[in-house]
């Protein structure tokens, strides 16, 4: 009789070191050519996640900062020759100056690149002021992370009323329990901007708090884990705790990542796969738990994929939709609203409602009850 003997798997893990030079070399060598924006967008949040998560900061994680520095050269030389011609590239490619520009100040911050003596970011800061980049941009967003990038060298920018006018949207609660993801983000970053990522209290406002209380329930009841996580680094950053079952529900999602290598050939449809969500997500599991990165990250060009989606906003909202326009009294309309939903559909809605001690007033805003009047004329009154 034959006996099949297991042994137990003793290959080693690598380690976060490895996983973080995997990481950074896929971003730097694999996904994207340098020239592409994607290539900038990409490694400039990657960074922008390391740096400000202070977990990587040699000031106040050696371990962390030790795990960084022992990334493979291979990895981080096209980030150090990038840092070496940024001038040629600021230069060039000036539209996209703030990312240029948070790239080279943040492998400074970590100390990643040699300065030999000077400071390549300071002068790049000083060329965007000089060109008076920032007041080119439409939006205050991005004129507000353009005052951060000058600001972490020293440098204030003439930006009269910006952050009142960031405040007055911030305070809109209503439009933040309307599914529109363009709002979503800008109310996420308003909060890192003015917060600098968690460096000092953004002073919000009671309205803001409630709106960042309905962006993610909204984001809970679409289940989507990219907007999630953001609004919960936002609420940390304001000082409060988000909700028991987001947290819950986002941990379980993270570990449901799949990362696999990608052909060089698929690469310009990588810009389409879940990179930003497996980095906002790591980003909010080290913010919550203290460490991140350390799940198993294969070599080569990386492809993410994130675990199948649930989200429930688009039958609630024909649930809704359906009920009428007369009322939007969230318990009024409970019963025929859950009636139409699938079993699946109806549980999450209750951790939703559950999560939030203002679901009521999240709901009221949702239903958007009533209709558009006609506009009676002067002619017509006459």
């Known amino acids: ?22 990481l950074i070399q896929a971003l730097t060598c694999h996904r994207h050519p340098q020239e592409d924006v994607y ?12 740096e400000c998560s202070g977990e990587f900061s040699a000031e106040k994680s050696q371990v962390g900062a030790h795990d960084l ?21 600021l230069c060039f490619f000036r539209q996209y100056y703030r990312f240029i520009l948070s790239i080279c100040l943040d492998l ?14 300071e002068a790049l800061a000083h060329w965007v002021r000089q060109q008076d ?67 000092r209290d953004p ?12 962006l993610g329930v909204l984001a809970f009841l679409d289940q989507d884990a990219d907007l999630l996580s953001e609004v919960c680094i936002a609420l940390r950053y304001c000082g409060e705790t988000p909700a028991a079952a987001w947290e819950a529900w986002l941990r379980h999602h993270h570990q449901g990542f799949a990362l696999s290598s990608a052909e060089r050939a698929t690469a310009p449809s990588l810009h389409c796969d879940d990179y930003h969500m497996f980095l906002v997500s790591s980003w909010y599991q080290g913010l919550s738990t203290g460490s991140c990165f350390n799940q198993e990250i294969p070599p080569g060009a990386l492809r993410f994929q994130r675990p199948e989606r649930t989200g429930i906003l688009h039958q609630l909202s024909h649930a809704v939709f359906h009920a009428g326009g007369q009322v939007g009294d969230w318990h009024r309309l409970r019963s025929q609203v859950c009636a139409e939903l699938s079993e699946p559909a109806y549980q999450i809605l209750c951790q939703a409602e559950q999560s939030s001690a203002d679901f009521g007033v999240f709901f009221e805003a949702f239903a958007r009850r ?3 009047q006609p506009t009676v004329t002067q ?4």
């Open 133 to 199: 980049l920032p007041q080119h941009e439409l939006s205050d967003l991005q004129r507000a992370e353009a005052r951060r990038l000058l600001a972490r060298r020293g440098l204030e920018g003439d930006f009269p009323g910006l952050d009142g006018r960031l405040r007055l949207f911030a305070d809109n609660t209503t439009q933040f329990a309307v599914p529109n993801r363009k709002a979503a983000y800008e109310l996420t970053h308003i909060v890192f901007y003015l917060s600098d990522y968690g460096r």
């Open 203 to 214: 002073d919000l406002s009671a309205q803001a708090r409630l709106s960042l209380d309905h």
């Open 370 to 372: 009533g209709t558009i």
């Open 69 to 89: 520095a022992k990334a493979c050269p291979t990895a981080l030389s096209p980030l150090r020759r990038f840092y070496k011609d940024a001038d040629r590239h």
């Open 108 to 121: 400074e911050d970590l100390g990643l690149v040699d300065t030999g003596g000077g400071d390549r970011a």
């Open 1 to 22: 009789m034959a006996v099949v003997l297991r042994f137990p798997d003793r290959r080693a893990h690598p380690s976060r070191a490895e996983n973080l030079s995997h």
């Open 379 to 382: 002619a017509e009154v006459g």
């Open 39 to 50: 290539w900038l967008k990409e490694n400039a949040e990657l960074l922008s996640v390391l």
